[in-house]
């Protein structure tokens, strides 16, 4: 198994291009999970998906947008990039939460670093 | 709000030496506490996790942690350090109320730094 594959590892914007973060996973997990990470800020989940066809925001989602077509795939799209949106992000996938809450791990790609200029 | 602290933005420890890596976190309910290390310019790998049962839990790389419920931690400990150790370390929640997501929420992350 590959795990959790991401494309590209490293990527220059310039200010209003647009751009998308491929996030491929072959562990059939349903869940998949977008997050960026900031200096001293930790992760911040971005959008999320519980199965294919459905995706949901998480706790910063503006600036983007995501499709889940198949179980494998789950990019991640930038319409107008922003300064604000320089970071590193990961895609993340697990399988469905065993219980009403939840106990799965997520298991995480490589990342992209993305630079706005 | 639920959340998750990490209070010591770094650690330096002797090789050797035991180590600890602090975490504090609020939720409503039981909390699902996981641990997670970050190799410079890689993803994070998942170090282990409490659910439930035994407060202490055992995981990768001969780590482990302490669960408290009355002081609401989930302290990431190894007896003797090795240098290759030395990584960011972050504490994750899972998120309570949100239905069947499996969100998560992390701590800022803590380096550790292991000297020879």
């Known amino acids: 198994n590959a795990g959790v594959t991401q494309t590209p590892k490293f990527r220059i914007l310039k200010i209003g291009q647009s751009m998308t973060l491929q996030c491929t996973q072959d562990?059939?997990?349903?869940?998949m999970y977008w997050y960026r990470q900031d200096p001293g800020m930790g992760l911040k989940l971005i959008y999320y998906s519980v199965g294919a066809g459905i995706t949901d925001k998480g706790e910063v989602p503006n600036g983007y947008n995501v499709s889940r077509s198949t179980t494998e795939d789950f990019p991640l799209r930038l319409e107008l990039a922003a300064p604000s949106q320089t970071s590193v992000y990961f895609c993340?996938?697990?399988?469905?939460?065993?219980?009403?809450?939840?106990?799965?791990?997520?298991?995480f790609g490589p990342g992209t670093r993305l630079t706005v200029l | 709000a639920q959340s998750v602290a990490q209070p010591e933005d770094q650690v330096n420890v002797a090789e050797g030496n035991p180590l600890t890596v602090k975490c504090t976190y609020s939720?409503?309910?039981?909390?699902?506490l996981f641990w997670y290390v970050q190799y410079p310019n890689r993803g994070l790998q998942f170090l282990l996790k409490y659910i439930t049962g035994d407060n202490l839990v055992k995981g990768s790389y001969g780590f482990e942690a302490e669960f408290n419920k009355s002081q609401t931690s989930f302290h990431l400990k190894k007896p003797s350090a090795l240098v290759s150790d030395s990584a960011l370390y972050f504490c994750?929640?899972?998120?309570?109320?949100?239905?069947?997501?499996?969100?998560?929420?992390f701590g800022q992350g803590t380096t550790l730094q292991v000297k020879p």
């Open positions: 993340a996938s697990s399988y469905s939460p065993g219980g009403p809450q939840g106990t799965d791990t997520q298991y």
């Open positions: 939720v409503s309910g039981n909390p699902y």
């Open positions: 994750a929640v899972r998120v309570h109320g949100s239905g069947n997501t499996g969100k998560l929420i």
């Open positions: 562990m059939n997990h349903n869940y």
